[in-house]
């Protein structure tokens, strides 16, 4: 157990429709990473939060949003679906700045979003 | 362009036997490699960490190994249980804040 949750598991819904996903960070952990891993790709970084701020842009589409609460946990907004989003989507968090070895990324077990 | 490629793309072998996992990478400057342990449906899990300084970092049964001038990487596992099938990933940070992660090897143990 890496102590990253993420909410919910399995995610099932229809293409247009809109989905938040929930992540917790580790105790002590500022920062908090979202990836989009399908099965043709390998993990796609999205977006990366610390301490309620944007730190970093990856890979993430407009129609996909993120934010990091007061309290550090983490939503994933993701609107206007298509099949083409169906994919895990992994939440990680590590201590920062992230740098050597204090930028181990603990990565939550997922949530496995389907479009149909 | 930041790049991880990695090599092989999938691997099966026999219980007990050594492999080598291999990681190239175009990444500058470097800061660190790491490589991942991902089980199906689960989240990666950090295995080693190298910094510039460093050319081989064990952990149990895995070995990784550095070569900063030619910017390879390799991942040699010892005597492979079947706990071991997995995806393999290797993870390389630069200057910035985002790191470039390989498409993985995918190692298959067979009893």
């Known amino acids: 157990d890496s102590g990253v949750t993420q909410t919910p598991k399995h995610l099932i819904t229809a293409t247009g429709q809109r989905v938040t996903l929930r992540c917790s960070p580790r105790s002590g952990d500022l920062s908090v990473y979202w990836y989009q891993q399908s099965l043709d790709q390998g993990l796609q970084f999205l977006i990366q939060y610390y301490n309620g701020e944007e730190r970093a842009k990856g890979n993430i589409l407009e129609r996909f949003s993120a934010q990091q609460f007061p309290d550090l946990h983490s939503e994933l907004n993701l609107s206007s679906l298509e099949l083409g989003d169906s994919a895990l989507y992994f939440c990680?968090?590590?201590?920062?700045?992230?740098?050597?070895?204090?930028?181990?990324?603990?990565f939550g077990p997922g949530t496995r979003l389907t479009v149909l | 362009k930041n790049q991880v490629e990695q090599s092989p793309q999938s691997l099966i072998i026999l219980e007990g036997k050594n492999c080598t996992l291999q990681c190239n990478y175009t990444v500058s400057p470097f800061s660190n490699l790491r490589w991942y342990k991902q089980d199906t449906g689960r989240g990666p899990v950090s295995l080693t960490i190298?910094?510039?300084?460093?050319n081989t970092k064990s952990n149990g049964r895995y070995t990784a190994t550095l070569d900063a001038d030619t910017k390879q990487s390799s991942l040699h596992i010892t005597a492979s249980q079947l706990s071991d099938s997995a995806s393999y990933i290797c993870v390389v940070r630069g200057g910035s804040y985002i790191p470039t992660f390989g498409r993985g090897t995918s190692l298959i143990v067979h009893p």
């Open positions: 190298m910094t510039f300084s460093e």
């Open positions: 990680a968090s590590s201590v920062d700045p992230p740098r050597g070895d204090t930028d181990t990324q603990y």
